[in-house]
């Protein structure tokens, strides 16, 4: 077992891997990507994260047939070569190597990296006692919706929160509309209800959401894609944040305020026992 990049469709030892210092992705952040996981060998929900790779490409302006690239055949490649059974899969498309400028040429060749790595586990007390979140301002740019390697204020502000003593923050509006987590998104429960901020521009349309919502709404939890307060937000009965890296973790405060009773509750609980349990996990 062991961690492996590939580039351009060619697989090498990770610590091996090289990209040239001109890639924009490197110079401009010119590029947008996926992370998906594999639990026992099987990448999860591929074809979503496939089909939102292209919206991103496109939302660039990354003059780029996704299919045309073979990628599900490279990534089950790389997690069967890695060996790990649980893999983190990241994967990035830059626009390619030029002479650095701000405006591209439509001649560039994109750049393809991926790299294979065991999952990482999560912490179980995470799960079992739930997570403290702080709110905090939106710094980021006006297109949250394109999975954008230009990450810096998700750094900046996950950084933040980390040294303040908090796993992650909930960045809000001026007006207090709760968006996203830095690198999650967010789910209330209210009365039984399942809510979430909806899709538009402001958020990454999660992979991990969407399969959230399809499976309450196959379980009868009614859910609604709306917009929601930082009022309501700490009057919730559940906050939890979700992504494939993840999966769900409970929020058991916000700002220091306990969310309702300050332990982890029965819908997130539900939620999680819908993911494909890891290797680790199910043999333990
Ligand atoms: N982050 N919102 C943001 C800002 C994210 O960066 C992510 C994922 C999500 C959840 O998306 P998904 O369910 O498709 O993973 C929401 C990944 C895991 C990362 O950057 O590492």
Known sequence: M???ACINGNFVPLAEALVPIEDRGYQFADGVYEVIVAHGGAPFLLDEHLDRLQRSADGIRLDLDCTTLGL???IRRGIE???YGDVMVYLQITRGVASREHAYAGSITPNLVMTFKRKPTIDAALRSDGIKLETVADTRWAHCNIKSIALLAN???KNAAKQRGYFDAIIVTPDDEVLETSCANVFIVRDGRLITPAADTRILHGITRGFILNNAR???ISVEERSVGRSELMAADEVFMTS???DILPVCSVDGQPIRSGKPGPIAARMLESFPKSAAAANA
Do not use: K, N, R
Request: charged share 10%; with cysteine; proline share 0%.
């Open 155 to 157: 750094v900046m502000i």
């Open 72 to 74: 599900g055949a490279l």
């Open 244 to 246: 494939s890296s993840i």
């Open 2 to 4: 062991s961690d492996i």
């Open 81 to 83: 070569e890695c060996g």
């Open 218 to 220: 196959a379980l009868q």
